[in-house]
């Protein structure tokens, strides 16, 4: 049995990910399911370095607990 509902993320996050994984060579091959019908929030970002990384999800956590302080927030990376 493979699990494919996803709970805790909204339908946006879902897609999202399941398009960057589609990349992934050894994977089972099965369908997301987002359960939320929100559409959440996706923001891709490309910075320099650690320091602007840094910087920028900084802000950007700010910018969005200002804006729904009762939220909740999860941020994903990729290295090299």
Not at 41 to 70: C, G, K, T, Y
């Amino acid at each position: 049995m493979l699990l494919t509902y996803n709970f805790r993320s909204d339908t946006s996050v879902v897609r999202h990910a399941e398009q960057l994984i589609r990349h992934v060579a050894r994977r089972i091959d099965k369908p997301l399911r987002p359960v939320s019908q929100s559409p959440g929030l996706v923001r891709i970002s490309v910075v320099h370095d650690e320091r602007d990384e840094a910087a920028a999800v900084n802000a950007l956590v700010q910018f969005i607990l200002q804006m729904r302080p009762q939220t909740t927030i999860g941020i994903l990376a990729r290295t090299r």
